[in-house]
């Protein structure tokens, strides 16, 4: 079936430390995004691709950092700069011509330690 | 800045009763409107969505009303079940050079009591 995979569903991170999301899809999107959640805050974006090696920023990309070097993977790197890293995760994906609905993932929660 | 303005941010509705959540849009290039609904722990997952050329679309017990002119939309649960109970996000796409990007309401925590 496709779809999108996100790992770990859990991550701890020790507070200076660079922790990398995976981010992987089988669904042939063209496009796919990292948000962040926290509570009450709903969905906040953190990077958006659109095509291999391309890639953009979003609301709230300081502190982090992404890659596209495949058209099914997209890594988020959280970086030590990130001030408050401890979040709920989410990446999606999309088409990008007719059908603007998005795929998301489960979902990688982050917690500093 | 694009935004889309969702309302209320909780929901508290007893079994069987209608949940209706109101979201308010500003640009009007906006062609897409979807919902997502997530349950605690889970990615968001796409409910039902509409384009402007209709003012209603009914999946089972989730409408979307419409509301072109007035640059409003607004989802209705009918039979509202304990099941139902999650985060519920609106969305708009559309115009722009970033027209297939979502911009998302803050979100409505529905809670339907048994």
């Known amino acids: 079936d496709g779809g999108i995979t996100q790992s770990p569903k859990y991550l701890f991170r020790k507070e200076g430390q660079n922790v990398t999301l995976s981010c992987e899809q089988n669904?042939?999107?063209?496009?796919m995004y990292w948000y962040r959640q926290d509570p009450g805050q709903g969905l906040r974006l953190i990077y958006y691709?659109?095509?291999?090696?391309?890639?953009q920023k979003g609301d709230i990309a300081e502190g982090y950092s992404v890659s596209r070097e495949k058209k099914e993977s997209f890594p988020l790197t959280v970086t030590s700069a990130q001030k408050n890293p401890t979040a709920f995760y989410l990446c999606?994906?999309?088409?990008?011509?007719?059908?603007?609905?998005?795929?998301f993932g489960s979902g990688t929660r982050l917690t500093v330690v | 800045q694009q935004q889309v303005k969702q309302s209320p941010q909780s929901l508290i509705v007893q079994k069987g009763g209608i949940s209706i959540i109101n979201c308010a849009y500003e640009?009007?290039?906006?062609?897409?409107f979807p919902w997502y609904q997530q349950f605690p722990g889970k990615g968001p997952a796409l409910l039902i969505a509409?384009?402007?050329?209709?003012s209603e679309k009914k999946e089972g017990r989730f409408t979307i009303s419409f509301n072109k002119s007035a640059k409003q939309f607004s989802l209705h649960i009918m039979d509202s079940q304990p099941g139902d109970s999650a985060t519920y996000f609106c969305?708009?796409?559309?115009?722009?050079?970033?027209?297939?990007?979502?911009?998302f309401g803050k979100g409505t925590l529905l809670t339907v009591n048994p």
């Open positions: 691709s659109q095509i291999v090696n391309d890639f």
């Open positions: 640009n009007t290039a906006f062609d897409y």
């Open positions: 969305a708009a796409a559309g115009g722009g050079g970033s027209n297939y990007k979502l911009t």
């Open positions: 669904l042939n999107h063209d496009a």
């Open positions: 999606a994906s999309s088409l990008l011509r007719n059908n603007y609905g998005y795929t």
């Open positions: 509409i384009r402007p050329d209709v």
